[in-house]
């Protein structure tokens, strides 16, 4: 038989850091309007402008993928503390500590 050893805690941690990466690229939101209107160079403003539009788009696609990433981390190690507790409570008890 093959011991399988998972360590729960560092799982857990992985998914709650993958969410907060997730609401930092949710409230990096910044108004491009303000800043292309800042910099007072018609040209420059466009092209911020331009990157703002394509790094929301990206940015709406990362945390996307981001949200997935830390849902499934988070139902695997929520399922391995189940799978734990199942075993537990059905294995036959050991009295003598062997």
Do not use: C, Y
């Not at 992985?14 to 990466?21: E, I, Q, R």
């Not at 997935?68 to 695997?76: C, D, E, L, N």
Request: aromatic content about 4%.
């Amino acid at each position: 038989m093959v011991d399988l050893k998972l360590d729960l805690d560092q799982l857990g941690s992985l998914a709650a850091d993958l969410k907060s990466v997730s609401k930092t690229f949710t409230g990096t939101e910044i108004s491009s309007d303000v800043l292309s209107q800042a910099v007072g160079h018609d040209g420059l403003a466009g092209k911020i402008q331009a990157f703002a539009n394509k790094w929301d788009d990206k940015r709406v696609e990362m945390t996307e993928r981001v949200d997935t990433v830390a849902r499934t981390v988070q139902a695997i190690h929520d399922a391995f503390i189940e799978v734990d507790k199942n075993i537990a409570a059905t294995a036959p008890s050991n009295t003598n500590g062997n």
